[in-house]
């Protein structure tokens, strides 16, 4: 044990002098010991000091099947014995081929094409330029995105300037492009002062006035469907995906809808958009894309799109974006597997069950004097904090309530990652019953000793 204290300290002292970690207030990081993960198992992190954790927000919502899964950890290592890389530019290879072909078969509505890249935020980057290039080439001059209030996709400069997460926005404005746009379905703190369920009309009806005014230039309008994840898991009202995205169609905007988050199941349906029936013109898809094994992600585009980059090369149609992993055939040897446990476990027979169960283990939290309101769409939750409940007063930011409650889990033997005061769980869709009930009681006893 010694031994493993002495190791912790040593990789400790390299980790304070040379890593600088994505989005971390450095200055704190450096006066917190956050454990070093060194292993995982099912639904368990385990640190240098075999101390263990649940993975309460899924490795930042990317692990659906648990951790070390035999099958996507064989998938892996069959196809690294075949060919860890070799580039999607002017070659391809089975794994992606296949991974195509899978991806464009569960998709909704008529996708049917699908680029690689390697993050989510690249995923959106390719949407953006798929969606202004295609009026381009089309002879339309719109350069013009429409983005929801609180939309967060990815942290890349395209990606930040459809965003509408304030700090991200306010930090890097001078480099961003300008977009449109309308209200986030954030019912607890309508920015129209409406309320539920006439909020979610009125703010899908804001699109409409934008596209009055501007309709012609505009390219697309950019979604993250049923759920902001990022804003703070913001769960939209019934019917607002639908409607915007039949606003938006009426007029002939492209939709383009990024499931980076919500996608392979995490809201209960593989991906978001079937809840509404909404048939997108692209797709963004990332996170649970391999399980949580490696980075990929995918844009997904309709026939319709695709043909107006088709051409003689000097008519330059072409779509000029690429990675140098784009499509890697490790990565995308996981997807597979990670689509065929999906099949094998009834993954989302198994998400019908315990998201109620999680309803139900949440339940008593909501009465919760320092609890304003909890937000859930299947297997994604939002717990906001407040200094009063009934006036929705916020705590002090200085406070960081969300952060003191992540710690306080984090003691508990849980690993939890708050937005602000919104405490987030979203767990592996392969969480046991009881696994689930232990994450939400550690969150509740940490909750309990913050606030007290
Ligand atoms: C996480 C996320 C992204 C960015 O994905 P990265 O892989 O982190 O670049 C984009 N959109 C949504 C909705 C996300 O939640």
Redesign the pocket.
Known sequence: MNGSLDRTRALRAVDRAHVWHPFTPMSAWLDDDAPIIERGEGCWLIDTDGNRYIDGVSS??VNVHGHRHPVLDAALVEQAGKLAHSTFLGLSHPAAIELAGRLVAIAPGALTRVFFSE??????EVALKMAYSYWRNRGEARDRFVRLENA?????VG?VSVGGIDRFHETYRALLFSTASIPSPYCYRCSLGKTYPSCGVACAEALERVLDSEGDRVAALII?PLV???AGIVTAPDGHLRRVTEIARARGILVIV?????GFGRTGTMFACEQESVEPDLM?V??GITGGYL?L?ATLATEEIFSAFLGAPEEHKTLYHGHSYSGNPLAAAVALANLDVFERERTLEHVAEIEVLLGELLAPLAEHPHVGEIRRRGMMVGIELVADRATKEPFDEALQMGAAVARAARARGAIIRPLGDVVVLMPPLAISREELTRLVSITAESIDAVTA
């Open positions: 930042l919502w993050n989510g935020a690249a995923a959106v967060y996709h990815g942290d890349t990606a993250e902001q994840g990022a990024d499931e980076v988050a919500t963004c990332g996170k980075p992600s």
